[in-house]
């Protein structure tokens, strides 16, 4: 019995180091509207993985590339980050009609009111998506000087 409980302990303790260790992409858990408002006041934008449960590339990009350390701290830093099913989620339903999307996976980048800044689908590894998320944020900050 002893002896049970401290392996218990040893793993529930391994387990909580690895958790706080976990590298790459954190997706937030919160709708499209919460999304906005983060983004608004942290002046990020907003990307969105939209998935399908049955999308090899989906899957591929969940498993090989959204880990990536170095794409995890540029993403962290400058978007907010959703991860939706396109087929089993409002958010992602709504989404699909909005713009259109037939391709998996799709990554949409809005800004913060919900305006499209880049839409890009397909499987890319975690350095091409790593150009193409900086290739986002130059678009965006290149628009915003635009504005008057």
Do not use: H
Request: hydrophobic share 40%; charged share 25%; net charge positive.
């Amino acid at each position: 019995m002893f002896k049970t409980m401290i392996y218990s302990i040893f793993l529930l303790i391994g387990i909580s180091v690895s958790a706080q260790t976990e590298k790459g992409i954190n997706f937030q858990n919160v709708n499209l509207e919460e999304a906005r408002k983060i983004a608004q006041k942290e002046n990020k934008l907003i990307f969105i993985d939209l998935f399908t449960t049955w999308c090899g590339p989906c899957k591929l990009m969940k498993k090989n590339t959204f880990p990536d350390e170095k794409l995890g701290e540029f993403f962290n830093e400058n978007f907010v980050n959703l991860a939706i099913d396109a087929e089993n989620n409002k958010d992602g339903i709504e989404l699909v009609k909005k713009f259109k999307i037939v391709n998996y996976p799709s990554f949409l980048f809005l800004d913060g009111k919900g305006k499209l800044v880049q839409y890009d689908f397909g499987y890319y590894n975690a350095q091409q998506f790593l150009q193409v998320g900086n290739a986002v944020l130059q678009k965006s900050m290149t628009s915003k000087k635009k504005v008057p």
